[in-house]
């Protein structure tokens, strides 16, 4: 089945600076990959999200990329503020008769 | 509703004594899901209901749990005998089956004392 890895699992940078956490796939026919943000004591909200038939993806400060062949995908967030610190989930999923299957997490701190 | 409901929202119960905690996802959803996740950490999978076909139950920890769903409305976890690991927030998501996104459930903080 389905293994999504995600890296780091503690990510660290200054205020204003570019973040970026990686997410890995096993099974090539994954075709639908969202990237999911949750703060403290809330629940998880997709941020971003990418199909297989593109490359990249953005939405203001951040963006989505897919490199279907190397089977990974990465969020990547632009000018860093306080309110980006979260915890970011990446997942993968093969097609709607299937479930989502969840990155362990990233936790971004955002340094003042 | 406007999004996916979880009721209770707390539940303090005592070691050994059931549970039962409600799921009212998004109207028309035909995918639901139940996660457990643990404080500090991920979205442990527990189960997942698609429409009418049987549900994928691969997730759920031990016989203590189960969970139901009429249809495509409100799904109900159970668990029973409670343990002390149990302690959780169980997340519940909702989505229409060719849709790619989950909608999360505000989650009920289960604390076994």
């Known amino acids: 089945g389905e293994n999504v890895e995600q890296h780091p699992s503690t990510l660290s940078v200054q205020e204003g600076d570019s973040a970026v956490i990686k997410c890995t796939y096993s099974?090539?026919?994954?075709?639908?990959f969202p990237w999911y943000k949750q703060e403290l004591g809330k629940r998880p909200q997709l941020i971003i999200d990418?199909?297989?038939n593109v490359g990249e993806k953005k939405d203001q400060r951040i963006a989505v990329t897919l490199n279907k062949t190397a089977k990974h995908f990465s969020l990547h967030i632009t000018e860093t503020q306080p309110e980006d610190s979260a915890v970011y989930f990446c997942?993968?999923?093969?097609?709607?008769?299937?479930?989502?299957?969840w990155g362990a997490g990233t936790k971004l701190i955002i340094k003042p | 509703g406007a999004g996916v409901s979880q009721s209770p929202s707390n539940k303090v119960t005592e070691k050994g004594k059931d549970v039962e905690l409600r799921c009212d996802p998004i109207?028309?959803?035909?995918?639901l899901y139940w996660y457990r996740q643990r404080l500090g950490q991920g979205l442990e999978f527990l189960i997942y209901?698609?429409?009418?076909?049987?549900?994928?139950k691969s997730g759920l920890p031990s016989d203590r749990f189960s969970a139901e769903r009429t249809g495509e409305s409100v799904s109900t976890l159970t668990i029973q005998r409670t343990q002390q690991e149990d302690s959780a927030v169980y997340l519940c998501?909702?989505?229409?089956?060719?849709?790619?996104?989950?909608?999360f459930g505000s989650g009920t903080q289960l604390s076994v004392l």
């Open positions: 998501a909702s989505s229409y089956k060719w849709a790619g996104n989950i909608f």
């Open positions: 109207s028309g959803h035909t995918a």
């Open positions: 209901f698609q429409g009418n076909s049987a549900p994928d």
């Open positions: 099974d090539s026919a994954s075709n639908y």
């Open positions: 990418i199909r297989s």
């Open positions: 997942a993968a999923r093969l097609d709607s008769n299937y479930q989502l299957i």
